[in-house]
């Protein structure tokens, strides 16, 4: 299932508060990124489609829950990348995520033993997967 980067964005702020309104998402994101209720609505109706969101009418709201969890969206996010990235290069979108984002020592330490328990399993030529 692909999800699109404006579905994204409303996904985030579905499975940050588990139960959302139509309302809630669209004071969210129209200012963030100019976008109408109608364009945010027509998002929401794309992702429960696609079963990453259900929906439920109570009186004249609707509310949205994540059938998507974070989980399986991080898992969905990472394959996605690496169908994009050649092999070779998959180390440089670590390092960027690495340079780009912000980290706890905590993060940084399940990082390096990630990484430690990946040396036991290295190869010793990364070979192009684009071919």
């Not at 579905?7 to 100019?34: G, H, N, P, R």
């Not at 969890?69 to 050649?86: G, L, N, R």
């Amino acid at each position: 299932m692909q999800i699109t980067n404006a579905e994204w964005q409303v996904m985030k702020i579905a499975l940050t508060k588990d139960v959302v309104t139509s309302k809630e998402v669209v004071t969210s994101l129209k200012d963030k990124f100019a976008w109408t209720a109608s364009t945010i609505k027509t998002l929401l109706g794309r992702l429960v489609d696609k079963n990453c969101l259900s929906t439920e009418k109570v009186g004249n709201k609707y509310y949205y829950s994540p059938i998507l969890t974070e989980d399986e969206s991080i898992h969905q996010t990472a394959a996605e990348v690496s169908e994009k990235t050649c092999a070779m290069k998959m180390s440089n979108v670590i390092n960027d995520l690495l340079l780009k984002n912000d980290f706890t020592d905590e993060d940084l330490d399940n990082i390096e033993a990630m990484i430690n328990e990946k040396r036991s399993y290295t190869v010793e030529h990364v070979k192009c997967t684009c071919v």
